[in-house]
């Protein structure tokens, strides 16, 4: 029915401290989300997990997976939008940080649009929470059901 992994087990440093980071972070102007973000969570050694924020972006990649075909179905906005939220989590995929992300984004009409995110560039500012839990790494599979890659425990 389901799988997990214990974090606050293996988040217990030797030192008998807990091995959770959390970060306050803000992304530079005009940046790519996905490369910024991967990019610190590399520098803190971060590969499990999440990841929430808000800012403003002019331009953002959404997939969908069409469950039917298990075809990728990518569209990308260029328009100035508000993230009304960023909520993802980390793991790890081929040595890498791996972010899985999602978004709601405002348009000038103040309609949303949302799903599942490729990519989106910072116009204006992003202010994330980070959340790091050291010692842990769960790393990815590609599901040949879904299509997905899912988290392999
Ligand atoms: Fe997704």
Do not use: W
Not at 67 to 85: C, G, S
Request: glycine share 8%.
């Amino acid at each position: 029915m389901y799988k997990y992994t214990e974090v606050e087990e293996k988040a217990l440093l030797n030192a008998g401290t807990l091995g959770i980071k959390r970060y306050i972070l803000s992304l530079d102007n005009h940046v790519s989300v996905v490369e910024a973000l991967t990019a610190f969570c590399k520098e803190k050694n971060i590969y499990a997990g999440k990841i929430s924020g808000l800012g403003a972006v002019n331009s953002a990649t959404f997939r969908f997976l069409d469950p039917a075909t298990l075809k990728y179905v990518d569209k990308t906005f260029e328009e100035q939008m508000e993230i009304t939220n960023l909520t993802g989590n980390i793991s790890e995929k081929d040595g890498k940080p791996y972010l899985h992300l999602h978004i709601t984004a405002s348009r000038r009409d103040y309609t949303c649009i949302g799903g599942h995110l490729l990519d989106a560039r910072i116009n204006g500012a992003c202010e994330l929470f980070v959340e790091g839990y050291l010692l842990t790494s769960v790393g990815r599979y590609q599901d040949p059901e879904t299509g997905l890659n899912l988290y392999k425990f």
